[in-house]
């Protein structure tokens, strides 16, 4: 028996043969068979927001955006799938918005698409982005769409939240007590493995979990809960690395600073064996690896209790790993020893690709 091998017609085709027009009607037909719904043609996009229902202690609702751009030069290692980039384009800007406290509503995004990107690799594409809006519960209500030399996802998302419920940078105090609802480190392992090793990415079946957080990420909503009971007094996503995230809550409230306990509520277990198997500092790992999209959080010691409480209750996560000092440094505490933190952490513009 012989057997051919048939390529479909579909699979070559481009974005070219669709034009503008023709891709924001694919656009909109994926939207509609996952949702039902349809998007609203006009020259700006509206979402509705009298159903929120206003909390009676609060004098003032605010309306929080974020928008995080991915650009596949950047962001995008080469094992990642048209899915994955697209799942991980929202998934980059929930971060942001869910660890301020804030529940979010809808998202807006602006697709920039190289015009000879294959049709079957864009509705990937824009597959991930939509499960991605549906397993978060956010509405998909427009964008924009050009064209580009490579694929450019800049999404605009917004939630409403009571005033005096915003989780801030600024805000923490001596003695807080240092949070997070992850682990670091796997981040750290998982870019390693993709970007520095000659082997396919398959082989290091030790550390699978390490991969999957790269090509695979989840959020969940500690920020929320803190949010709701008013009990934490700052917060900020890491997904721009530990070390910088921990800065930039420095500049949010100066001379302030931290001591950080090197345990096992910071790290992995499975970055120390990576650190340990192939001789590479497990502190690099942990501080520099990026895009965990864990969230720190800074609590006052009389909340904690309760805090970890309604954490454990939602079936969450909440690791003591620090406090906030009066001095603005980041000191380790490693065992009997006490250094402080050289690492700065990723800066864009700062090298080249």
């Known amino acids: 028996m012989v057997c051919f091998l048939m390529t479909s017609n579909n699979n070559k085709k481009e974005l070219r043969d669709l034009g503008e027009t023709g891709i924001i009607n694919l656009i909109e037909e994926l939207i509609y068979k996952?949702?039902?719904?349809?998007?609203?043609?006009?020259?700006?996009?509206?979402?509705?927001?009298?159903?929120?229902?206003?909390?009676?202690?609060?004098?003032?609702?605010?309306?929080?955006?974020?928008?995080?751009?991915?650009?596949?030069?950047?962001?995008?290692?080469?094992?990642?799938?048209?899915?994955?980039?697209?799942?991980?384009?929202?998934?980059?800007?929930?971060?942001?918005?869910?660890?301020?406290?804030?529940?979010?509503?809808?998202?807006?995004?602006?697709?920039?698409?190289?015009?000879?990107?294959?049709?079957?690799?864009?509705?990937?594409?824009?597959?991930?982005?939509?499960?991605?809006?549906?397993?978060?519960?956010?509405?998909?209500?427009?964008?924009d769409v050009n064209q580009t030399k490579e694929i450019i996802i800049n999404p605009t998302i917004f939630g409403v939240q009571e005033k005096n419920r915003i989780l801030y940078r600024k805000g923490m105090k001596t003695g807080d007590i240092l949070v997070t609802n992850g682990k670091f480190g796997l981040t750290g392992v998982g870019f390693d493995i993709l970007l520095k090793k000659q082997k396919p990415f398959e082989s290091f079946k030790n550390y699978q979990r390490a991969i999957n957080s790269i090509l695979n990420p989840e959020l969940s909503f500690e920020g929320l809960v803190l949010s709701k009971h008013k009990l934490a007094s700052a917060s900020i996503d890491s997904s721009d690395g530990l070390a910088k995230s921990l800065r930039e809550l420095i500049v949010s409230n100066p001379g302030l600073g931290f001591e950080i306990k090197m345990d096992d509520n910071i790290m992995d277990n499975e970055a120390k064996k990576y650190s340990e198997e192939f001789d590479i500092p497990l502190e690099n790992l942990i501080f520099n690896g990026g895009e965990e999209f864990i969230h720190l959080f800074t609590i006052n010691p009389e909340k904690y209790i309760r805090a970890k409480k309604l954490i454990q209750e939602s079936k969450g996560t909440l690791l003591k790993i620090g406090t906030v000092i009066d001095d603005s440094e980041i000191y380790i505490m490693n065992k009997d020893k006490k250094y402080n933190l050289k690492i700065k952490?990723?800066?864009?513009?700062?090298?080249?690709?």
């Open 34 to 143: 996952k949702t039902k719904k349809h998007l609203i043609r006009d020259d700006a996009f509206f979402y509705e927001l009298s159903n929120y229902e206003k909390d009676k202690s609060s004098n003032q609702i605010i309306l929080a955006l974020n928008t995080d751009m991915l650009v596949s030069t950047t962001d995008v290692p080469k094992p990642m799938n048209n899915f994955q980039i697209g799942f991980k384009s929202v998934i980059m800007n929930l971060s942001d918005i869910l660890v301020k406290g804030v529940k979010p509503k809808a998202i807006l995004i602006s697709l920039g698409l190289p015009f000879d990107l294959k049709i079957h690799e864009f509705k990937l594409l824009m597959n991930g982005i939509i499960e991605c809006c549906i397993k978060y519960d956010i509405e998909y209500i427009g964008g």
């Open 345 to 353: 952490g990723y800066e864009h513009f700062t090298q080249s690709f």
